[in-house]
């Protein structure tokens, strides 16, 4: 494999990996409450509903993929989202899916 085609499937691989953000639900949730701002644990937790360990772990999981970072202030950590162009990309998968289903109603309505 040449080194070109090498660094291709690496940065593949990479899109990849971090498209798996967005295969649970409650990530992207969590990812639109901190559009608001940065917020606690507990705070997610309570807009959301999920039991806090749960959180920590899909915290976890966006903090390893540097979508979110975490910063501690006093007792307390607080997250918030590191590049806020990760909204961009929620729009336009929102879009995305927000056409097929229209095209879909269309096809029904026929």
Sequence with gaps: MTLTK????????????????????KRIQILQLLKEGELTVSEIAEK??????TVSQHLKILRDKRIITAKRRGNKCYYTVEDER??????????????RIE????????
């Design 6 to 25: 090498a660094r291709e499937a690496a940065q593949l691989e990479l899109i990849s990996d971090f498209f798996t953000i967005f295969t649970n639900p």
């Design 86 to 99: 990760i909204y961009q990309v929620c729009d336009l998968i929102k879009g995305i899916i927000s056409r």
């Design 48 to 53: 959301t509903g999920l039991p806090q360990p």
């Design 103 to 110: 095209e879909i109603r269309k096809e029904i309505a026929r």
